[in-house]
């Protein structure tokens, strides 16, 4: 099972749709959690952390499920500009050392 | 604009060459992280430098050998690459490791081998 896993799309939405993404994670002792962008051929961007409580920055929500070791992203009202690749990023303590492991990405496409 | 500077941009190198990646930050940030990305994959963690100590080096091949000459520089030199090697390399940091998870990265490097 890989350490993080993402449903790779592609989602094509209609502007002014809602869209969630899920994210999966294998190590129960992963510490942190983080939903990053990425648009084409340039680099990744820290959109939000996620809490255990949940937490919004405007249009995004994000979300974890310790219990069933997921990640959640929602993204209301999308605009032409959210389309990129969403990286689900996980953060692992292992043997004295912190490890970001990146999910594979979901490649969202916001539909006119 | 990134704060995390890396050159060249694009880089066309033979396998018998030998070549090297740079990449500057001035945040004062004490960890810094080369990856390599393949189209359409995600980034894969290669090496981590920590307070100017490789900290994790994640199996790579040493064909590829990196260097920390200061807190703010971090160097990626490659000799003898292979064709599948041609990837985008990026340089990120963070204050310090971990930092909750908040990375900066370059632009990254487009590398070519023939």
């Known amino acids: 099972r890989k350490e993080v896993e993402q449903d790779p799309g592609p989602f094509n939405v209609p502007e002014g749709a809602t869209v969630a993404f899920n994210c999966t994670y294998s190590?129960?002792?992963?510490?942190?959690f983080f939903w990053y962008r990425q648009d084409c051929r340039k680099e990744p961007k820290l959109l939000m952390s996620?809490?255990?409580s949940g937490n919004e920055d405007g249009r995004f929500t994000a979300q974890l499920n310790r219990a069933s070791q997921y990640i959640s992203l929602l993204i209301r009202d999308s605009k032409l500009s959210d389309s990129a690749t969403y990286l689900c990023?996980?953060?692992?303590?292992?043997?004295?050392?912190?490890?970001?492991?990146f999910g594979t990405g979901t490649r969202l496409t916001i539909i006119p | 604009d990134t704060e995390v500077t890396q050159t060249p941009k694009h880089l066309v190198m033979g396998m018998t060459n030998k070549k090297s990646l740079k990449c500057e930050q001035h945040?004062?940030?004490?960890?810094m992280y080369w990856y390599k990305q393949k189209a359409k994959k995600p980034p894969e963690l290669m090496f981590v430098?920590?307070?100017?100590?490789?900290?994790i080096n994640e199996s790579v091949p040493s064909r590829f050998s990196p260097e920390c000459p200061n807190s703010s520089l971090l160097n990626l030199h490659l000799h003898a690459l292979q064709p599948e090697d041609s990837a985008l390399y990026l340089c990120?940091?963070?204050?310090?490791?971990?930092?909750?998870?908040?990375?900066?990265f370059g632009e990254g490097s487009r590398l070519t081998v023939l």
């Open positions: 996620v809490y255990s």
């Open positions: 430098y920590s307070y100017e100590k490789l900290s």
């Open positions: 990120a940091s963070s204050q310090v490791l971990g930092a909750n998870g908040e990375l900066f």
């Open positions: 190590n129960s002792a992963s510490q942190s």
């Open positions: 945040m004062g940030h004490r960890a």
């Open positions: 990023v996980v953060n692992t303590y292992n043997f004295g050392n912190e490890k970001l492991t």
